[in-house]
């Protein structure tokens, strides 16, 4: 059973277009991580949300933790070809820590 | 600083074999974690080892083991493999028992036939 729910499942858009991607859970996280997968490879941690409420910016991407901690977003603004990719949001600490079961992101040029 | 280092990239074994992965942490790093990632149940976690001793273990039988040395690399073993046991295997490397950063490498992609 997946704590963390994640949605959509698959998004494909044009180059340019704004997206969001959402990870939700029933329970409350100390913090939350968001990494991307590239086919083949491990997943790269983006991001860390520790306060509830919290936003962090990475260029042209901006993840909020949730104000009771148990959901977060990811905001892609102006995609581009590169942000294609699986996001992942995680949960937990390194000895019990949980996945989402992804969004795969192709944004077309 | 290197990265999470995982030998070998690739593996193809048949069934009732046993295999070993391998698995460098970043220099500094106490922790390794281990996770297997198939299409169907996504990124799940195996164990973690901290101090050459096992600190947690997921939902896996007993077929997967691991240990961790003295110089915090690690291996992880799987014995008598079953065809369910494809996938790829991420080994993540933490500064600390418990945190909440874990660093992965690029896998290792195991097929039993």
């Known amino acids: 059973t997946q704590l963390l729910e994640q949605s959509p499942q698959f998004l494909s858009i044009q180059e340019g277009e704004n997206l969001t991607v959402y990870c939700n859970s029933s329970s409350v996280f100390s913090s939350l991580q968001w990494y991307r997968q590239e086919p083949g490879e491990g997943p790269v941690l983006l991001v860390t949300?520790?306060?509830?409420?919290e936003v962090k910016k990475l260029k042209r991407l901006t993840f909020q933790f949730g104000d009771a901690r148990k959901d977060s977003s990811l905001h892609i603004t102006a995609a581009q070809p590169g942000d294609t990719g699986l996001y992942l949001c995680a949960g937990g600490r390194s000895h019990d820590m949980r996945f989402g079961a992804g969004t795969r992101l192709t944004v077309k040029p | 600083k290197a990265g999470v280092t995982q030998t070998p990239r690739y593996l193809i074994k048949t069934r009732g074999q046993q295999v070993t992965l391998s698995c460098s942490p970043i220099s500094g790093h106490r922790s390794v974690s281990w996770y297997q990632q198939t299409p169907g149940q996504g990124l799940q976690f195996l164990f973690e080892?901290?101090?050459?001793?096992?600190?947690n273990k997921g939902n896996f039988p007993g077929r997967f083991s691991g240990r961790q040395f003295s110089n915090s690399r690690s291996e992880m073993n799987v014995s008598t493999l079953e065809l369910g046991d494809s996938a790829l295997y991420l080994c993540?490397?933490?500064?600390?028992?418990?945190?909440?950063?874990?660093?992965f490498g690029q896998g290792t992609r195991l097929t039993v036939v």
């Open positions: 949300v520790v306060t509830g409420g």
């Open positions: 080892y901290f101090s050459e001793t096992q600190r």
């Open positions: 993540a490397s933490s500064l600390d028992l418990g945190v909440t950063e874990a660093f």
